[in-house]
């Protein structure tokens, strides 16, 4: 069974650009979730899909980021326009939709680099 | 707001040890608690899940205990092996209505020296 997938795994982009992010997550988990990790700093949650709705957004930085999950599979994080300090590794995770037990499955991370 | 520390940032040993890596947090009200494994420019790999009413989990050479009362959960690694170099990190599920976000520490960056 494959596992969660991430693209791309590195991106390089200036300071004002638009950058997109895409998640798969494991075949048939409902929950979705996007982290990010900033030089320095500890993973942070930055939100949380329920088949495609939004559950939970509270650690979206700004209005700057758009996470979307049109048909409850693949999920897209968009940076538009980026900054300086979005600079960091993203990872989405996956778990079934079930209880409070269930472990969260990470991806790779995508590395993005803004200058 | 819950907080995650984890102590020490980096750690060095000799091949062959018993190690622990220690892991606090602010609020006892989690639903459970989660080591992870990432290996550099990997993800993170789930190594043991604790529940909030449980005392420890296996695996192994790993052993995770968890002590909510006080905030603390150690992760025991075995006969350390040099594979086992990797930096781990520790995440709470905080018992929050509606949210399955976790909350991570810093991490451990552990070296096993041949």
């Known amino acids: 069974e494959a596992g969660v997938t991430q693209f791309p795994s590195h991106s390089v982009i200036e300071k004002g650009q638009t950058v997109t992010l895409r998640c798969d997550p494991i075949s048939g988990h409902d929950n979705l979730y996007w982290y990010r990790r900033v030089m320095g700093k500890e993973i942070k949650f930055l939100l949380h899909f329920v088949k495609e709705s939004k559950q939970d957004e509270s650690g979206m930085p700004n209005n700057r980021f758009l996470a979307e999950r049109t048909g409850g599979t693949y999920s897209t994080l968009k940076v538009q326009p980026a900054e300086l300090e979005d600079s960091g590794v993203y990872f989405c995770?996956?778990?079934?939709?079930?209880?409070?037990?269930?472990?969260?499955?990470f991806g790779p991370g995508t590395r993005l680099l803004v200058l | 707001k819950q907080e995650v520390t984890q102590i020490p940032a980096a750690l060095s040993v000799p091949e062959g040890e018993n190690l622990v890596l220690n892991c606090s947090f602010t609020?006892?009200?989690?639903?459970?608690l989660q080591w992870f494994r990432q290996d550099p420019g990997k993800g993170l790999t789930s190594l043991l899940l604790i529940q909030s009413s449980q005392r420890e989990q296996t695996s192994g050479r790993l052993n995770a205990s968890l002590d909510k009362s006080s905030g603390r959960s150690t992760l025991y690694i075995a006969a350390s092996q040099p594979g086992d170099s990797a930096t781990y990190l520790c995440a709470v599920r905080p018992r929050i209505q509606g949210a399955q976000k976790l909350v991570f520490g810093q991490g451990t960056r552990l070296t096993i020296n041949p």
């Open positions: 995770a996956s778990s079934p939709l079930a209880g409070s037990g269930e472990t969260q499955y």
């Open positions: 609020d006892s009200a989690i639903y459970n």
